[in-house]
C-alpha cells in the first residue's frame, strides 16, 4: 500500500513563493512517475506538474511553466514542488499522486495514488 503525505500549504501575497512536500511510503517511489495536481473551488482537478522515476524528465502545465519546478529525493521518497511569482489563480488544494503509466502522464485518470491534499491560497 503506498501512502502520500503533503505539507508545506499555506497563505501568501501575490508574487511570493511556496515549496510543497509529498512525502511517499513504499518501495515504487523510485521507479513510477510522481505528479502534482490542484483543485481550485468548482473547477476540475488538474494537472500541473510531473516527474519520472529517476527525476531526469520533468514536465509542467503550460500555466505554471516557468514558474514551479518539481524535483524528487529518491532516498527520502520525497518529491517537492517549488512555487515562484504566485498569483491568485493559483489558489487551490494541491494533490501528489503516483502514475504507473509510461511516458508522461498527464491525467487524473492515470495516477494510481493519493496524497490528501494541501491548501494553497495566493491573496493580491
Known amino acids: 500500500q503506498v501512502q502520500l503525505v503533503e505539507s508545506g500549504g499555506g497563505l501568501v501575497q501575490a508574487g511570493g513563493s511556496l515549496r510543497l512536500s509529498c512525502a511517499a511510503s513504499?518501495?515504487?517511489?523510485?521507479?513510477?512517475?510522481m505528479g502534482w495536481f490542484r483543485q481550485a473551488p468548482g473547477k476540475e482537478r488538474e494537472f500541473v506538474s510531473g516527474s519520472s522515476g529517476s527525476g531526469g524528465n520533468t514536465y509542467y502545465a503550460d500555466s505554471v511553466k516557468g514558474r514551479f519546478t518539481i524535483s524528487r529525493d529518491n532516498v527520502k521518497n520525497t518529491v517537492f514542488l517549488q512555487m515562484n511569482s504566485l498569483k491568485p489563480e493559483d489558489t487551490a488544494v494541491y494533490y501528489c499522486?503516483?502514475?504507473?503509466?509510461?511516458?508522461?502522464?498527464?491525467?487524473?485518470?492515470?495516477?494510481?495514488?493519493w496524497g490528501q491534499g494541501t491548501q494553497v491560497t495566493v491573496s493580491s
Open positions: 499522486a503516483v502514475s504507473t503509466a509510461m511516458g508522461y502522464p498527464l491525467t487524473k485518470e492515470a495516477y494510481t495514488y
Open positions: 513504499g518501495r515504487i517511489f523510485s521507479y513510477y512517475t
